[in-house]
């Protein structure tokens, strides 16, 4: 029996070259609302979403990202930003990126997660207020070239899973 969602995380991967092609509304649509569904500690949902669709704006969020160029040339890109407040809002964020890739990826659309500090000028240039730090800005596009679907350089699962306590083999 196949599953649909085990086979987009078996087959996903960063896309940093996309073809000039726009997403229809209705995917980005689902996109950013997979963000919205995910789960957060106590349903607080300390996050907050900017979607960017216009080409000059997301020039100058690629300029605006050390590692993330390539979001100029991405047909959107989503800012994904969580209350400083919050305990829980880094890794409420990440689950709700992790659920707009995986979404993405099932549309046929290409992402990968940029960021990682330092984006206070993206904060200030989408206009999110101070109480909100900015986790990632991810670009979405129609990949430029084919991917190996499903070829990736993971570590044997034996290094990695245990069963019950550490070093026990997953059987």
């Not at 209705?26 to 669709?53: D, K, M």
């Not at 101070?130 to 679907?149: C, S």
Request: glycine share 10%; proline share 5%; with cysteine.
């Amino acid at each position: 029996m196949t599953n649909a969602v085990f086979e987009t995380v078996r087959t996903v991967l960063a896309v940093r070259e996309f073809q000039d092609k726009p997403i229809p509304d209705e995917v980005l649509r689902r996109i950013v609302e997979a963000g919205h569904l995910s789960a957060s500690a106590s349903n607080l949902q300390p996050w907050h979403f900017v979607l960017v669709t216009q080409r000059e704006s997301l020039r100058e969020l690629g300029g605006l990202v050390a590692h993330g160029p390539y979001i100029a040339g991405a047909a959107a890109a989503v800012v994904v930003a969580c209350d400083k407040k919050s305990a829980f809002g880094i890794s409420d964020a990440s689950r709700a990126i992790q659920s707009m890739i995986l979404v993405a990826w099932g549309d046929g659309v290409g992402s990968n997660w940029t960021g990682f500090g330092g984006l206070d000028g993206v904060r200030k240039r989408v206009g999110l207020p101070d109480a909100y730090e900015v986790l990632a800005v991810v670009p979405f596009g129609y990949p430029k070239r084919k991917l190996g679907l499903g070829k990736k350089k993971r570590k044997p699962l034996a290094q990695v899973i245990s069963a019950e306590r550490f070093g026990n083999p997953l059987a």
